[in-house]
């Protein structure tokens, strides 16, 4: 599992997840007099706001980015936002879909502009003075999605539109759009009187600026603390890493030294190859403590004030908990099933732990090595386990997974599976971020119809969060005409040095073709209004982890996976090495996610009066029997998922419900005649799992592509665990 996040596309008129960057913009339809009126008032000068001009229907002009541009453009978008709004509440004609839910849909062009270039400085190219703007917007972003959830005259108009719409159902499309956006008010409590109403309001601007803080101190961790090597202190860590860390340390003017950065990339390589175990419980340390260091950027308090509000907030709609709440309109539909599929994979994760653990400790003491294995350990003995056990080095994996080819790997399996080609647009003829931003456009290989743009920023780099994500700047729709895609992925591969080839590590690669996967689902999008292309966040997961699985297979191997410096394909021993060592350390990478995922769930099902996060997360962790060799992959303090905004919180759980879908449905591949390319299953894929986006329901959905509910037990056989089923048999 990795640190992925995952902007859904939506563009809602109602809520902003500010974390992520993506929103969808699409042209104002002018359905009453009182819009054109106001369309032909606004006076759009700042570029931040202006429509996309330029080529493939119009492109961000992040050429343009300008910081003394942002607040006001926010703050413009957010006023002609508004007053979008009032002219739909305010509309003397008896509320329809027409009437009410097309111009909402289309409301908010301006203000999803900023937000996009909001987005970027957010995540790509942050810096202290963006992030003293962000600590001012966000309350303010807050009070403005508050004025229009609570917009009383609006939620009587959709709450009319939808109680008709149960009496006379509407065409499919509009119904579920209906069924969407009256859920989304009744969530943010639009049946609230009015004293409620206001102190719901106070919440979400309290619980703004706290999100806001949490990701920043993150952020603050991971430049502020950084470890320097000297020469001597190199041992064991390959020259391709050494030369990274160089040019990262002489990047910040640490000439001749070398520098481990504290980032998740940086971290795990040097904790799997450095002989130095004082130098590996110090970079472990580092990155484990982001956020717990007692300082200014300390977050525990944070964390105690964000589960007081939401715990008080929900109280507010007549929830018991937070969790309650959050899942209604998931999958799991409850907290007690999300728990119940958890403590299903649980006690298998712990006792292959305790047989990892094992393995290596003997690795250890017949080298003489005389230590008891510690969580700085377990990456480092873990791969002379897996040299022993399958005669797997994952350096020498390394050598044959370069960016430049993976990058081409995921073109081909784009063509296969969805029939899209990708070319390389000419530099300079679309405007990028930063320079180390491609850009590709997408097109039907048989048509060569324009389905979008294609960028990537792949590489680490000081004022850029951590971890691996996926994004849109504009999504699919044929509401006001066809709008294409464009579609980002955004990695932290560490850059190297001038001359040198990317070479990444298998499970990098992996997380590649995951975050693909987002993009992919963005691109097939088949769609006609906006909020279609929202998720539902225990299902946004499957598609893309479903994707993961063409790395491992032949096609994409014998063509892509070639040596750097030879160009020789990875020899088919090495291959079989890899997928014999599938299931190896499955107890370590499913512990460390499920324990982050429990105690996610279990902040949001307990009252959360007077906690103390450090000793909550310990003491869960302690009741669990969470192995002391093992961390959870994101501490509390750091847990961005879960408390630098409302996506993931009391939905971490959601990577494990999408991989029992992801699991059952590979299966769908391994069964048919032409495995993962078939052309049969390819084209249900797309069209059940991929175009529909969420104009259908994802049960519903699933079951049209397998025939079936998922069932868990592909999953276990995936990682190497007992099957329930096959078990009970015995």
Known sequence: MTNKFLATGRKSSLFFFLALAGCTSTQTQQNTQTQTTMEQEKDITNPLLAEWTGPYGGVPAFDKMNLADLQ??????????????????????????????????????????????????????????????????APKLSEFSSKISQNEQL???????????????????????????????????????????????VINKELSSLYTAFSNNVLADEENYVVYLTKDQLSGLPESFVSAAAKAAADRGQEGKYAVTNTRSSMDQFLTYSDERELREKVWRTYYSRGDNGDEYDNNENIAKILKLRDERVALLGYDNYAQWRLQNRMA????????????????????????????????????????????????????????????DSNEVKQYLQLDNLTQALFFTAGELFNFAFTPVPEGSVPVFHEDVKVWEVTDKTTGEHIGLWYLDPFARQGKRSGAW?????????????????????????KPAPGEPTL???????????????????????????????????????????????????????????????????????VEKIKKAATFNQGFETTEYLASALVDMKYHTVDPEGIDPDKFERE??????????????????????????????????????ADVLTSDAAEAFEEAPGGFYDKEVAARLVKYLFAPRNSMDPAEAYRLFRGRDAKIDALMRDRGFPVPSEQSKK
Do not use: C
């Not at 119940?340 to 003489?368: C, K």
């Open 333 to 392: 539909k409850t907290p007690e099933r999300a728990m119940e599929l958890m403590n299903a994979v649980w006690p298998a994760a712990l006792a292959r732990v305790e047989e990892e653990v094992a393995d290596m400790q003997a690795v250890a003491d017949a080298s003489g090595d005389k230590i008891t294995i510690a969580p700085w350990d377990y990456r480092y003995y873990a791969e002379k386990v897996r040299q022993q056990k399958y005669d797997l």
């Open 72 to 137: 006001p453009a926010i703050e413009k978008g957010m006023e002609l936002h508004l007053a979008e709004i009032e002219a739909i509440a305010n509309n003397p004609e008896p509320a329809t879909f027409e009437n009410t839910i097309v111009p909402m849909e289309a409301a908010g062009d301006e203000l999803n502009r900023a937000l996009t270039y909001y987005g970027i400085w957010s995540s790509n190219v942050s810096s202290p003075e963006f992030r003293a703007i962000q600590a001012d917007l």
């Open 620 to 657: 869960t962790l302690e009741a669990l029997n969470m192995p002391e060799e093992i961390v959870m992959r994101h501490r509390s303090p750091h847990f961005g998922h879960v408390f630098s905004g409302e996506g993931y919180a009391t939905g971490y759980y959601g990577y494990l419900w």
């Open 504 to 574: 990444v590590s298998w499970d990098d690669a992996t997380t590649f073709f995951h975050e693909f996967g987002h993009a992919l689902h963005f691109f097939a999008s088949n769609v006609k209004y906006p909020t279609l292309n929202s998720g539902v966040r225990d299902y946004t997961e499957f598609q893309s982890q479903l994707l993961e699985r063409w790395l491992s297979t032949d096609k994409v191997i014998n063509q892509f996976l070639k040596h750097h410096e030879t160009g020789e394909v990875i020899p088919a021993s090495l």
């Open 470 to 494: 996926a994004t849109t700047y504009r999504s699919h729709t044929t509401f006001d005409g066809k709008e294409t895609v464009l579609a980002s992925n955004n990695s932290n591969f560490v």
């Open 155 to 201: 939620f009587q108009r959709v709450k009319t539109v939808y109680e008709q719409s149960l009496k006379n159902p509407l065409p499919a499309d509009q119904q579920r759009v209906v069924e969407l956006v009256y859920e989304d008010f009744a969530m943010q409590g639009a049946d609230l009187d009015a004293a409620a109403k206001e102190r719901y309001a």
